[in-house]
């Protein structure tokens, strides 16, 4: 079993920046890949950004891409995302996801692929 915290979250103003971070126990997270994922209130959850287990490979959703960055530290357990340039359509209920399920192609950004998430931290951007 593993258990994920986010952090982080928060109330900025458009062009800000937020750092989230996502604590991993339960497990040794150099052997889970993760993800972020987002919510906002009537729509679907979706893909932000994911890391492999080693950190050497990341992907990012194009809605974010060059805004958000993807990061991990395995020795504390813990991944980051860093949010740059924040517009108010990223305001949402961001998800840390972890798994360790084999997938094929864009399999990486299905919510289906991860086994273990957070409880969530709401980031809002205000205009």
């Known amino acids: 079993q593993v258990q994920l915290v986010e952090s982080g979250g928060g109330l900025v103003q458009a062009g800000g920046s937020l750092r989230l971070s996502c604590a991993a126990s339960g497990r040794t997270a150099s052997t889970l890949g993760m993800a972020w994922f987002r919510q906002a209130p009537g729509q679907e959850r979706e893909f932000v950004a994911r890391?492999?287990?080693?950190?050497?490979?990341?992907n990012y959703a194009d809605s974010i891409k060059g805004r958000f960055t993807i990061s991990r530290d395995n020795a504390k357990n813990t991944v980051f995302l860093q949010m740059n340039s924040l517009k108010p359509e990223d305001t949402a209920t961001y998800y840390c996801a972890a798994g360790s399920r084999q997938y094929y192609g864009l399999g990486y950004a299905s919510a289906s692929t991860y086994d273990y998430w957070g409880q969530g931290t709401q980031v809002t951007v205000s205009s």
């Open positions: 890391i492999n287990r080693s950190g050497g490979i990341t």
